[in-house]
């Protein structure tokens, strides 16, 4: 049993000291520019769920990134957030962003605006326009996002 519990913190200590450590965290330097190079579209909605997604060109940084979505019923008060994490890839030169909204009502008409940011808070300055979708009725389902063949 001891020998069991110190094989475990050894695992646990290596690894944190591996996560840890500067010299291993991958950072790549920051786009001059991100742009939303696609939407932001609706892909997916219910009664009372959505799925935003839009593609931006690779904005560096962190690997770590998010996806936020403000929202609302009233296109000049986005006062509502929706926030999902998305890891870069640093062989593409873009990033499919996909962010799930919750709590949404139906058959109502709600605005969004999307933008990024990387995990230490810093916007992508990639700001959207102002979208809109209508939820389905209770029970029925959008999909939005061409299907594959």
Known sequence: MDSLFFKRTIIVLVGGVLSSSPGLAQTM????????LQGPVLEFA????????????????????????????DPEA???????????NRDHSETVVRV??????????YYYRVISMGSDDVSDND???IERFTTPAAGKHIVAFPQPK
Not at 29 to 36: Q, T
Not at 78 to 88: C, D, E, I
């Open 29 to 36: 330097n920051r786009a001059a520019h991100v742009a939303i």
């Open 46 to 73: 219910r009664d009372d769920l959505a799925i935003v997604r839009w593609t931006i060109n690779n904005p560096g940084g962190s690997d770590d990134h998010f996806g936020i979505v403000h929202y609302g019923t």
């Open 78 to 88: 986005l006062s509502l957030t929706a926030k999902s994490p998305f890891r870069l």
């Open 100 to 109: 799930r909204i919750d709590g949404l009502k139906p058959l109502t008409t």
């Open 127 to 129: 700001k959207s326009t």
